[in-house]
């Protein structure tokens, strides 16, 4: 059986489509959900969205022990969340950080993300086409 690739959203990302749409776009979430799977065709996905960090941190666990790959937009936990960085340097596979905005043009806060120091790769500032970008490319990681 395929292991499934854990697509993990953060806080906030479940208001994508309302919540400043001059920064984040007007793509909901559910959109992005379909972009992914799309993407993925008959590969399997787990899509995950929490406001809660341990609910994301369980899911990185589950990730460990069932995934192929991670695809994790943490969204504010990127540059806080010490839990969410030890529980995905335990991932053995690739792990891709989205950021829907380029978090390196915005205020200082954004610019260091604990996130990107276990990712395998990042991808910043290209709106929700990026999610199935990083999708396609775990693809070719975890089949090879």
Known sequence: MTKPIF??????LNRLGMREP???GRTTLAEIEEMCRDAAGDHP??????????????WVHEAIDEG?????NSAGLSFISIPVLDALKMFPGPIVEL???NIHRREEIYHRSLVSKVATGVIAGLGAEGYPLAI?????QVDR
């Open 99 to 101: 950021h829907i905005s």
């Open 22 to 24: 001059e920064i984040y």
């Open 136 to 140: 396609r490319w775990l693809m070719d």
């Open 45 to 58: 996905i787990r899509f995950h969205q929490s406001n809660i960090e341990g609910e994301i941190v369980n």
């Open 7 to 12: 697509v993990l959203n953060g806080p906030n």
């Open 68 to 72: 192929a790959g991670i695809l994790i």
